[in-house]
Antibody, heavy 122, light 106 residues
């Protein structure tokens, strides 16, 4: 079964850091680009960051540039998001999503995880 | 940045109705557009990619059309399972989502 499972979310104070993980299974992980997408409570979807199959191309939304770092470990079939200097407006459900192709910039997202909640509050 | 605007924001319809949702891009995105369905508490599900290509396993009552700056998602005969929120997404230049269209029971 094709699956993405996120972990690492939680309650964190403003200015602190958090690292999200996404474990992939059921497909050849290193054949595809991967992304993080977030959804604030009751709001729409926002693309956060993406990475090509070989980590050669990476991109970030302006809202997180300089604070968040995406990475992947193809040997472990895992995607990561290091989030530093967190702000209240980063509070959201963070989804891991699989691109339909290997490149960045790429394509649509055909597989999504169930998300991990990040709450930034004092 | 490319902005995506969906209309309407909310749509009330009955089972069996033909439903159309519109998505407009702030500049041309060719056919680099996808549609997603999201139900409460669930992850988004890909319905349509490249403006009109139906994702595997998605019922044929869903269809997409358009190119350039104007796109539509059509549900030919609304089923009870289709009441959800729908998002368009451009992937011509990075990725941007529309604000969503909630399809409610009339």
């Amino acid at each position: 079964e094709v699956q993405l499972v996120e972990s690492g979310g939680g309650l964190v104070q403003p200015g602190r850091s958090l690292r999200l993980s996404c474990a992939a299974s059921g497909f050849t992980f290193d054949d595809y680009a991967m992304h993080w997408v977030r959804q604030a409570p009751g709001k729409g979807l926002e693309w956060v960051s993406g990475i090509s199959w070989n980590s050669g191309s990476i991109g970030y939304a302006d809202s997180v540039k300089g604070r968040f770092t995406i990475s992947r470990d193809n040997a472990k079939n895992s995607l990561y998001l290091q989030m530093n200097s967190l702000r209240a407006e980063d509070t959201a459900l963070y989804y891991c999503a699989k691109d339909m192709g290997p490149l960045f910039p790429g394509s649509a997202f055909d597989i999504w995880g169930q998300g991990t909640m990040v709450t930034v509050s004092s | 940045d490319i902005q995506m605007t969906q209309s309407p924001s909310t749509l009330s319809a009955s089972v069996g109705d033909r439903v159309t949702i519109t998505c407009r891009a702030s500049q041309s995105i060719s056919s680099w557009l996808a549609w997603y369905q999201q139900k409460p508490g669930k992850a988004p599900k890909l319905l349509i990619y490249k403006a009109s290509s139906l994702e595997s396993g998605v019922p044929s009552r869903f269809s997409g059309s358009g190119s350039g700056t104007e796109f539509t998602l059509t549900i030919s005969s609304l089923q009870p399972d289709d009441f959800a929120t729908y998002y368009c997404q451009q992937y011509n230049s990075f990725w941007t989502f529309g604000q969503g269209t909630k399809v409610e029971i009339k």
